[in-house]
T-cell receptor
Framework: AQSVAQPEDQVNVAEGNPLTVKCTYS??????LFWYVQYPNRGLQFLLK??????LVKGSYGFEAEFNKSQTSFHLKKPSALVSDSALYFC???????????FGAGTRLFVKA | KAGVTQTPRYLIKTRGQQVTLSCSPI?????VSWYQQTPGQGLQFLFE???????NKGNFPGRFSGRQFSNSRSEMNVSTLELGDSALYLC??????????????FGQGTRLTVV
């Protein structure tokens, strides 16, 4: 079965420190990969995506993600965390030609001032 | 341009009743997907519609159904509601799921509470 795993339920980081939210996937072929963020009582917002090409993808609000094909990972990163980055983050994968995006369980990020 | 609009935002229903949720996608988007979000199960895929056709369906019972109209607006129906159906139901639209990895745009969701 195809799946997306986010091994950490919660990540805690101090403001100004770098952050990493991990994601690994098990999807056939060369999937498209996405990161979304969800703030309380809101829908998900698109952050960035990997389709092909450069393994480092830059997205909104200073976030970036590193694609590693051999490790089937797509970790979300930010050099300097802000308190306002505290939210729920979802990794997602879509196999090429498919119509169903598979989401991870989500990782809650807490950034402490 | 206007985002994805879901109505209503909040609903309280009684067990055994049925409910219909509505989603208006971003103008020009032809694909609409529905998801159920609960604290325990995360984000679960319900179904996806494109040009009024259901192209994919998740592992939900037949009580969950949907449809898409010619203007791409979509509705989701849940019959014979159960307490476990209490969740945030999210609708997402995109130009065309699977087409060069187009991202989804989500509505704010409908919070359904079954009592």
């Amino acid at each position: 079965a195809q799946s997306v795993a986010q091994p950490e339920d919660q990540v805690n980081v101090a403001e100004g420190n770098p952050l990493t939210v991990k994601c690994t996937y098990s999807v056939s072929g060369n999937p498209y990969l996405f990161w979304y963020v969800q703030y309380p009582n809101r829908g998900l917002q698109f952050l960035l995506k990997y389709i092909t090409g450069d393994n480092l993808v830059k997205g909104s609000y200073g976030f970036e993600a590193e694609f590693n094909k051999s490790q089937t990972s797509f970790h979300l990163k930010k050099p300097s965390a802000l308190v306002s980055d505290s939210a729920l983050y979802f990794c997602a994968a879509l196999n090429t030609g498919g119509f169903k995006t598979i989401f991870g369980a989500g990782t809650r990020l807490f950034v402490k001032a | 341009k206007a985002g994805v609009t879901q109505t209503p935002r909040y609903l309280i229903k009684t067990r055994g009743q049925q409910v219909t949720l509505s989603c208006s996608p971003i103008s020009g988007h032809r694909s609409v997907s529905w998801y159920q979000q609960t604290p325990g199960q995360g984000l679960q895929f319900l179904f996806e519609y494109f040009s009024e056709t259901q192209r994919n369906k998740g592992n939900f019972p037949g009580r969950f159904s949907g449809r898409q109209f010619s203007n791409s607006r979509s509705e989701m129906n849940v019959s014979t509601l159960e307490l476990g159906d209490s969740a945030l139901y999210l609708c997402a639209s995109s130009l065309a799921v699977g087409r060069r990895g187009t991202e989804a745009f989500f509505g704010q969701g409908t919070r359904l509470t079954v009592v």
